[in-house]
């Protein structure tokens, strides 16, 4: 069985994610999002949340799990009998960054390749902090986000403007 782990922060997972979950499901036997810890970022959602979040938007691809880790990514996919890291990419810029994790990836775990799959042409300029940028102004989401969690994502964008005092 070929195992795909698809790691990231997701937060919130855009449409742009669901769009390489989707294609992904049809290439592996099993596709394990995991939604990891980005030290560098301050989310919007708790860890648990977003595993919620994707879970109810992935409900209809039966070989897709969505899980967690605080764990080294490498370390994550051996114990979890993963022969592929997944990554999307937007732009070339990307690619540097997703590029140089693959290899270290691959030190890590010698049996682990990275497979890149390029977003498609109407996602390409998506990203979680637009999306987040974007509903803070009130813009329309339908485009943006998956429908099934665009009252999650307002109602998160209501009590942060609330919690910092705005309208």
Do not use: W
């Amino acid at each position: 069985m070929k195992i795909a782990i698809y790691p990231g922060s997701f937060d919130p997972v855009t449409s742009g994610h669901l769009n390489i979950i989707r294609r992904a499901a049809h290439i592996f036997d099993k596709l394990i999002v995991c939604v990891m810890v980005n030290a560098v970022k301050n989310p919007m959602f708790s860890q648990r949340e977003r595993v919620e979040l994707i879970r109810r938007v992935t409900a209809d691809l039966p070989n897709v799990e969505v899980d967690s880790s605080n764990e080294l990514l490498a370390e994550y996919a051996r114990r979890r009998g993963g022969c592929v890291i997944l990554k999307g990419l937007r732009a070339v810029s990307d690619f540097e960054s997703e590029f140089q994790m693959a290899l270290i990836n691959r030190k890590i775990n010698p049996g682990l390749d990275t497979m890149f799959l390029t977003a498609e042409s109407e996602y390409m300029y998506l990203s979680s902090s637009i999306v987040k940028e974007l509903g803070s102004y009130g813009v329309e989401l339908s485009e943006f986000l998956p429908s099934e969690i665009i009252p999650d994502f307002q109602e998160r964008i209501e009590k942060k403007k609330k919690f910092q005092g705005g309208t």
